[in-house]
Every structure is written in structure tokens, then in C-alpha cells.
């Protein structure tokens, strides 16, 4: 299987307080990988470097087969982030509306949305079990349904990786279980590569392929 | 009913108003979901430092204004960038910053009556260049808001998944804070630097309470603006009120009313609810 994603000596710190040293890991495509790891580990953060948003204070990144600093093919990454289900809480839009956002850019400026972007959202919702409740707004739905609308709105530009930021972080315990098997049905019917960063190790290792540990600045598979 | 509009200047103002009552809720929807609230008073405070350095070095006021709020908008948005977790600081220390400047810059402004009527407006007396500006800006602000509607959304929901998605967001955020600027420092002249903020702020909190959608609650916010200010225009004009003030206590009124009503409205469900 090719890789999609491969760190080699990659070092992070904020001033002079070291996050991670030389850690290594590679990401295959059609993985189903959990990094998991104690709070203030630097999960997030390598996350945020994998997405370009923090520069590594040593090492190097590769997506898709690029330096993540010259990588430029966003929209083949979703993401969903630690916060995704807070910043939608409140917001007056539709599922329907949230998930079509992602759209936007292959809409292009100055353009506005057609039936074929229409057809491809309710695919989306229809996807993650929440076409039904397209035109609901968003602070109506529970925190599992609205989990799942932000699912939909990464999966709706048909990314080749997503990396979910704990994405059961708002979720009661039943709908956990149901998201984590969406995802793992997701990662074998479509083959898409996901890297989600969990707590959860307890419940997700039944669904993951790969788990990754990030503990006191190295980072380590584990096989259990 | 047809008297009102038989003078001059209150066309003028009902021209003027509506437009601003447009334009107005379509840059409040995206600050409020922004959680930039108060940006509007930031730049309508340092609007009056633009109106006051106009008035000094003899240039036209609302220029003043407009370059004033340009500024004070950019600089907003580098201290945000800058201190992305205490964000609102930003808006603290551009306000403080406006009044201080239109405070030292006011001691020097000798026609101290035209620097006050900018502090609560002055809708009745506008100007036919001031009309035309306002025309001129409404529309180039409605069409950018038009044509960059979908993008203006997305940063508002999720400002870095809209970037991860491809969306310019640097670009479009410049654009919209170039906006903000202009509607502001043109609306501080006409209802006053004291009270736009919350023509930015009500008609969407109103509209909030009844939208479906965020379509919706776009047209819902300028619906509630423009019955806002005709409503203070007319109210003002029969009652000789001051009509930016009034403009605005009608909207607290209405947005007390619908939250009373709904209050009561879903306390009556809950009782029928109950077995």
C-alpha cells in the first residue's frame, strides 16, 4: 500500500518546552489509524503539523507524496476538528447548509451552488444516516447528530484522508459506538485513510487498524 | 401618511436609511457569528477620531471617518491574528485607542456642533454628496456580500476548515474587513457612532429567534433593519424625537418582545406537553 502520510524525525516544541523529539511514523493508504496518548501529549499539535498549520522545529512531513510546507491540494484532506461540534451549536444554518460549505471552493468564487452539488450532499448525509434531517437546523439536532452532519460535511468533497481531533468529544456514550462503526464502515466500503486522534482507546481499538501512542515526547506503535 | 415625504430632506433620509438598513445586517450576521460583536463599536469610536482629524485638517469628515475605520479594522484583525486566544483584546485596544485620539483631536475641532452630529447622527440632514455615497456604497457593499455570500459563511462557521477546503480565507476575510470599515463610517454619520453597532447587532439577534436557516435569517435581519429604521424615521419625525436613538430603542423594544413572547410561547408547549 503506498503512503500517505510519512514523518521522519519530526521535533516539536513551544519555546523551550519540548512537545515531541525525532518521532517516525507513516500512514497507509485505507489505514484506520488511532493516535492516542495523555492529555497536553501533543496529539493536536501533530495534527496541526500534518495540516500545516504549526511548523515542526525539526524533521519533515510528506502528504500525498509532497512537503507539507509546498502541499497545496487542501480539499483532498477533511478534517474535523476537537472544536467542530461547539462551533456549530449555536450557528443558524441547516445541515443541509453546513455540509454544502464544503463545496464551496469547487464551486468556485463568485458562483453559486447547482443541482449536481445539491445531489451530492444529500449523498453525503445520505451516507452518514442523516439525509432526513437536511433541512433541520443544526442546534436542533442531538450531539451525535450533529457529529454526524460534520462527518458528512468532510466526506461531501471526497477527501483521500481525513483526520478527525476527537471526534466523540460532546457524544454520549450510546451514539459513540455508532459513530465508530460508521467510520470503520466508512474506511472499508469507500477506502478511505482516517487518523483520528481518540481518548477512547477502550472502545475505538475494535474499529482502528493501527494505533499510534504518543506518550512523555516519543511516539510508538502499539499491537495490542 | 403622504405628508412626511413631501419634504425634501426626509426622502432623503428614508432613501438613505433603507439602503443602510440593507447593508447594515449583512456585515452584522457574519461579525455576530464571528463573536466580533463589539467590533462595531470599536470602529464606530475610532470613526469619530477619522471625523475629528477631518474637521481639523479641513477635509471632508466621513473621508476621515472611512480612512479612520480602515485602519482601525486592519489593525484589529493583525492584533487577532496576532493573540489568537484573547482575540476580543483587539477590539478593546482599538476602541481605547479610537477614543483617546478623537478625544485629544476633538480639543482642536472649532465647530464643535458638526463633530456632535456625529455622535448620535444625523439622518434628516444629509447631503446630496452624502446621499450619493451612501448609494454608492450600499450598492458596491450588497453586491461584494452577494458575491462572496457562501465564503463569508463558511469562514464564519469554521474559519480553518474553510481554509483547509480551499477558500481564500486571507483574501476574504482583507475584503471584508475593507466592509465592515466602510458601512460603519458611513452609517456613524448618518444614525451616529454611538448607535450603529447595534443597528449591526439586533436586527440579527431578532432574526435569529425566528430563521430556519441561515438564508433565512439573512433575509429576516435586514427585514427587521428596514422596518426598524422606517419605523424610527416615522416615529421620530411625529413625536420630534432624535431619529437615531429612536431607530435603535425600537429595536431593543421588538427584540424584549419576541424573547418575552417566546419565552411564554414555549412555556405553554411544555404545560400542553406535559401528561
Redesign the interface.
Known amino acids: 500500500m503506498p503512503k500517505v502520510i510519512e514523518a521522519e524525525n519530526l521535533s516539536f516544541s513551544y519555546g523551550n518546552e519540548s512537545i515531541f523529539t525525532k518521532i517516525g511514523f507513516s500512514v497507509y493508504k485505507g489505514d484506520f489509524v488511532a493516535v492516542i496518548g495523555s492529555n497536553g501529549t501533543g496529539k493536536s499539535t501533530l495534527m496541526r503539523i500534518i495540516?500545516g498549520?504549526l511548523t515542526p522545529t525539526g524533521g519533515s512531513i510528506r502528504i500525498l507524496n509532497q512537503d507539507v510546507e509546498k502541499f497545496g491540494d487542501?480539499?483532498k484532506?477533511g478534517?474535523l476538528?476537537q472544536s467542530?461540534l461547539q462551533?456549530?451549536d449555536s450557528?443558524?444554518?441547516?445541515a443541509e447548509?453546513?455540509v454544502?460549505?464544503?463545496l464551496?471552493?469547487?464551486?468556485g468564487?463568485?458562483r453559486?451552488?447547482k443541482k449536481k452539488h445539491r445531489d451530492k450532499v444529500h449523498q453525503a448525509l445520505e451516507l452518514v444516516g442523516m439525509d432526513a434531517y437536511s433541512?433541520r437546523?443544526i442546534s436542533e439536532l442531538s450531539g451525535g447528530q450533529r457529529q454526524r452532519v460534520m462527518l458528512a460535511?468532510v466526506l461531501v468533497?471526497d477527501p483521500e484522508i481525513m483526520i478527525l481531533d476527537e471526534p466523540t468529544t460532546g457524544v454520549d456514550a450510546g451514539t459513540v459506538k455508532s459513530l465508530y462503526e460508521l467510520l470503520s464502515s466508512l474506511n472499508r466500503e469507500t477506502g478511505i485513510t482516517i487518523v483520528m486522534v481518540t481518548h477512547d482507546i477502550g472502545r475505538a481499538s475494535g474499529y482502528v487498524s493501527r494505533i499510534l501512542s504518543l506518550e512523555e515526547g516519543s511516539l510508538e506503535e502499539r499491537n495490542d | 401618511m403622504t405628508s412626511i415625504l413631501e419634504y425634501d430632506f426626509m426622502r432623503r433620509a428614508f432613501v438613505v436609511g433603507i439602503l443602510l438598513a440593507f447593508i447594515i445586517p449583512c456585515v452584522g450576521i457574519i461579525v455576530v457569528l464571528k463573536r466580533l460583536s463589539m467590533i462595531g463599536d470599536a470602529l464606530s469610536h475610532t470613526s469619530l477620531a477619522g471625523v475629528a482629524a477631518g474637521l481639523v485638517m479641513s477635509i471632508n469628515p466621513i473621508l476621515g471617518s472611512i480612512i479612520a475605520c480602515i485602519i482601525a479594522a486592519l489593525g484589529i484583525e493583525i492584533i487577532r491574528k496576532k493573540i489568537p486566544k484573547y482575540a476580543e483584546m483587539s477590539i478593546a485596544i482599538i476602541m481605547s485607542a479610537g477614543v483617546g485620539l478623537a478625544g485629544v483631536l476633538s480639543g482642536f475641532v472649532k465647530n464643535s456642533a458638526n463633530f456632535n452630529s456625529f455622535l448620535f447622527g444625523s439622518i434628516v440632514a444629509i447631503s446630496n454628496f452624502e446621499m450619493l455615497l451612501v448609494i454608492l456604497i450600499s450598492c458596491t457593499v450588497m453586491l461584494i456580500f452577494f458575491f462572496l455570500y457562501k465564503e463569508l459563511f463558511y469562514i464564519a462557521l469554521d474559519e480553518r476548515a474553510a481554509r483547509l477546503a480551499g477558500i481564500p480565507v486571507k483574501t476574504v476575510n482583507f475584503v471584508f474587513t475593507i466592509l465592515t470599515a466602510v458601512t460603519v463610517s458611513v452609517a456613524a454619520r448618518t444614525v451616529g457612532a454611538l448607535i450603529v453597532s447595534s443597528l449591526m447587532v439586533i436586527p440579527v439577534a431578532c432574526a435569529m429567534q425566528f430563521g430556519k436557516s441561515y438564508k433565512q435569517t439573512v433575509i429576516y435581519s435586514v427585514c427587521f433593519a428596514v422596518f426598524f429604521m422606517v419605523a424610527g424615521l416615522y416615529i421620530s419625525y411625529y413625536q420630534r424625537l432624535k431619529p437615531g436613538g429612536t431607530i435603535v430603542l425600537i429595536g431593543v423594544i421588538c427584540l424584549i418582545l419576541i424573547l418575552i413572547i417566546k419565552s411564554i410561547t414555549a412555556s405553554i408547549m411544555l404545560t400542553k406537553d406535559k401528561p
Open positions: 495540516l498549520e487542501w480539499p484532506i478534517y476538528p467542530g462551533s456549530a450557528f443558524p444554518a441547516t447548509e453546513i454544502m460549505a464544503n464551496f471552493s469547487q464551486i468564487l463568485l453559486f451552488p433541512k437546523m460535511r468533497s
